[in-house]
């Protein structure tokens, strides 16, 4: 068994959790009766083989990279933070809601709409967290169902007070060209470089700075950290608004980058996708390469359907597998180097102030 | 009684039996020590099982079976990962209820595209149609034969846990691990057991769901029902004979949810759909967490 790899062991648990997932992944489209490799060239080449199809995969790339954020910096702190969707629906909400309705020069309702749909994702963690720390409930429970909730309010506010009435389905009016986010070179969003910038500014902030220091100290040991000076509480709920508000902010810029208005099932699943890319992705700039590998994985779908006849759901497997498969490797490598004696001290966090 | 009155009851049974197996499952599992977040997966899988098994056979009660074993099968895995290796019980139950959910859509894209019709037989919906216009016994007659398994379930549980020799290891596993395992209990294996049998249990619920509440699949069909179930373990401080009266009373938010919007009361009808949600929110509010069995969540090793 392999003892001891070090600093590279994560990416190489994540490159066969990789492997292994598109294994299975080739063998359902066997199962639906296809040719598994046909299928799975299909999905990197419609993801990948020319500039619409790479500028489609980065806008999943910047949705994707940031609910994946979402996850992470929560978790380091030990929470799970799995009401995403809800964020970016609150977040999306909030930037349309500014971009139709606020009047000043369109740099400055974008910025104002950006800075909404932060404070919109931090609002939607609120309850969950003031029923954890308050009332000491479970957030797995609590975040699913701010999930349901503010999709639900969604669809209130979409074909209800912001409907456009001149739709026949439940959606917004689209917000003005003036405020949307630019194109920067080569047809590439500013959004796709907000997402890598949230991104390092996270990587950043976790290594270099106090609050990175103590959320992963609480992280690993909460009664530890909590003995050391730390106020645990206080760095979690730091921690889970950062996140929600990132979410939030991944729907605003899906907003004023690529889809420009809110409507009955205009998002997809980017929260829960996150989950899987924030779990694998280990720090934010780990993230990015999952986000990416998951955003291909979605833009690509269409054209294995097309190519293949294998349904494109068959990636949403992606959004559990993979997960599964990585924790599983890491507690057997774990196990092992515990029952073999190596390396049970290797881990220590030392917490100054 | 009103006929409004009658039909929202029944509306509130029916939408709480599937909460009512979840919820079983949950509890089970909990009280052994290991956390089911799994559940919403397991449902999912076992309302998809259910529904396209009883559609090929055109027989429920099999498909009801493949229904609790598909569950039980997915509980083997689960327990291959939180108890064997063992890794983060959140993280796995989160990755089952994803993979669950993939996997489900996955397969009824195909189904959708091998023409099948997915509509199942209507006979789990009432025990007994022929009687439903007598008065009181027509209403108890109106009842899906799974409510009927359900109370019992709830009653046999009680019974299990509380007043039996083997309930009482199983609840010392959850309480202390490491005493139950000085005690001599094998822990390990007890635990896969009880988590073969709460995803039996939870895939039964998804059954419930699948041919007595909706007699159709769709994508992510249990919209958090997995979740309700489990906010409802938490507010009945994990006992079946009040986890059944939770589930009651979450199956009727999720009656008058429904009941509501069709009436068309002002509000926008999506409002209504949102409260079985707020409600769950509520009650965990209102209740907290409680101490639940003193080990659960924790991985167990040996030695």
Request: hydrophobic residues 55%.
């Amino acid at each position: 068994m392999v003892v001891a790899m070090g600093r590279w062991q994560p990416l190489f648990i994540g490159g066969v959790t990789l492997i292994l997932s598109l294994i299975v992944m080739g063998l359902c489209a066997l199962v639906a009766g296809a040719n598994p490799v046909t299928a799975i060239v299909a999905i990197f080449e419609g993801a990948l083989k020319g500039r619409y199809e790479v500028l489609a995969t980065l806008a999943e790339f910047s949705a994707i990279s940031l609910t994946g954020l979402a996850v992470l910096i929560p978790l380091r702190t030990g929470f799970f933070n799995i009401g995403g969707q809800g964020q970016v629906e609150l977040g999306a909400l909030a930037a349309v809601v500014i971009g139709l309705f606020v009047t000043a020069p369109g740099w400055i309702v974008m910025i104002i709409a950006l800075l909404g749909s932060l404070v919109a994702g931090a609002l939607a963690a609120v309850v969950p967290l003031f029923l954890r720390v308050q009332r000491g409930a479970s957030e797995v429970t609590t975040t699913i169902m701010m999930n349901f909730t503010c999709v639900l309010f969604m669809y209130v506010m979409v074909t209800g007070p912001l409907k456009d009435p001149k739709a026949f389905y439940g959606t917004t009016k689209l917000v003005s060209t003036a405020v949307r986010l630019p194109t920067l070179f080569e047809g590439i969003n500013a959004g796709v470089l907000i997402a890598l910038g949230v991104a390092v500014l996270m990587y950043l902030v976790g290594r270099y700075t106090v609050f990175g220091l103590q959320s992963t100290a609480v992280g690993c040991n909460r009664s530890a950290a909590l003995a050391g000076g730390i106020k645990v509480d206080r760095v979690m709920v730091t921690a889970v608004l950062i996140g929600a508000a990132i979410a939030g902010l991944a729907g605003g810029v899906q907003i004023l980058a690529f889809s420009f208005r809110v409507a009955e099932g205009w998002s997809k699943s980017w929260g829960f996708q996150g989950i899987a890319v924030g779990f694998m992705g280990g720090n934010p700039l780990g993230v990015l390469v999952v986000a990416f590998i998951f955003a291909i994985l979605e833009t690509g779908s269409r054209n294995m359907q097309a190519m293949t006849g294998v349904p494109a759901a068959l990636v949403s497997l992606f959004q559990g597998l993979p997960v599964l498969i990585y924790v599983g490797l890491q507690a057997a490598i774990r196990i092992s180097r515990w029952k073999t004696g190596a390396g049970r001290s290797r881990r220590r966090v030392v917490v100054t102030r | 009684m009103s006929s409004w009155i009658v039909s929202f009851l029944l509306a509130t049974m029916r939408d709480a039996v599937p909460l009512i197996f979840a919820a079983l499952g949950i509890l089970l599992a909990e009280r052994a020590g290991v956390l089911n977040i799994g559940v919403e997966g397991q449902m999912l899988a076992g309302a998809l099982t259910a529904v396209v098994i009883a559609v090929l056979t055109q027989n429920v009660w099999i498909a009801v079976v493949a229904a609790s074993i598909t569950g039980a099968v997915i509980g083997v895995i689960q327990s291959f990962f939180t108890v064997y290796l063992p890794a983060d019980q959140i993280v796995v139950g989160i990755a089952i209820n994803g993979t669950c959910l993939g996997l489900t859509s996955f397969i009824y894209k195909i189904t959708i595209d091998k023409g099948m019709q997915l509509i199942a037989p209507g006979t789990l919906q009432s025990i007994a149609p022929g009687l439903k216009d007598v008065p009181v016994i027509g209403f108890f007659a109106s009842w899906s034969p799974l409510a009927y398994i359900a109370i019992v379930a709830v009653v046999l549980m009680y019974l299990f846990l509380f007043r039996t020799g083997p309930g009482l290891l199983l609840r010392s596993a959850g309480e202390s691990a490491h005493a139950a395992h000085a005690a001599g209990l094998n822990v390990t294996l007890l635990r896969t057991i009880v988590l073969c049998a709460a995803g039996s249990l939870c895939g039964l619920g998804g059954a419930a769901l699948g041919l007595a509440v909706v007699r159709s699949f769709t994508d992510n069909l249990t919209m958090g029902r997995g979740f309700i179930a489990l906010a409802a373990v938490y507010f009945a401080r994990w006992n079946p004979l009040l986890a059944f009266g939770a589930c009651l009373l979450f199956g009727a938010g999720e009656a008058l949810a429904f009941r509501a919007q069709a009436a068309g009361v002002g509000l926008n009808p999506y409002y209504y759909l949102m409260l079985p949600y707020v409600m769950t929110l509520i009650a965990v509010g209102l209740f907290g967490k409680g101490r639940g069995p003193r080990d659960a969540g924790k991985p167990y090793l040996k030695g």
